[in-house]
């Protein structure tokens, strides 16, 4: 079943709750775009800020820049796992994080994972995404 204005469809068991703000699977076809795991910093490696959400709305501009490059956009997006180095405070800011969110990625809501970690390669990181796009054939 194919929803949200994109491309791909999205696979969820009938006798499953809802799923909110991402999906259990997605089945798609095309050329796949694969971002590394990508952090809050701007275009020349910089933080511009400490705080969470505003890590978070980085890394999302970030990957929509890459998928650019590939020209994909944001409902091309298939899955994307989080790296975080708290939860307590990813769980903390889930308003802001769906606001940012459909700011920039709109509403649709690839499969996700969330891992906590225990730090990442930069110290000032709070978070790392990386994300799978496929841009539909033809």
Not at 27 to 33: I, L, P, T, Y
Not at 52 to 61: D, I
Request: hydrophobic fraction near 45%.
């Amino acid at each position: 079943m194919t929803t949200h204005d994109s491309p791909h469809e999205f696979l969820h068991p009938k006798n499953w709750k809802p799923a909110l703000g991402y999906s259990n699977g997605m089945a798609a076809s095309g050329r796949m775009v694969f971002c590394g795991g990508l952090i809050g910093w701007n275009a020349d490696q910089e933080f511009e800020s400490d705080d969470f959400v505003e890590q978070v709305a980085q890394v999302l501009r970030n990957i929509v820049a890459v998928l650019d490059c590939a020209g994909a956009k944001p409902e091309h997006l298939v899955r994307l796992t989080w790296y975080v180095t708290d939860k307590a405070e990813y769980l903390a800011n889930l308003r802001g994080l769906g606001r940012v969110y459909r700011e920039i990625l709109g509403k649709h809501f690839p499969a996700m994972a969330l891992v906590q970690v225990v730090a990442l390669v930069e110290d000032r990181a709070k978070v790392e995404i990386e994300a799978t796009a496929v841009i539909p054939q033809g």
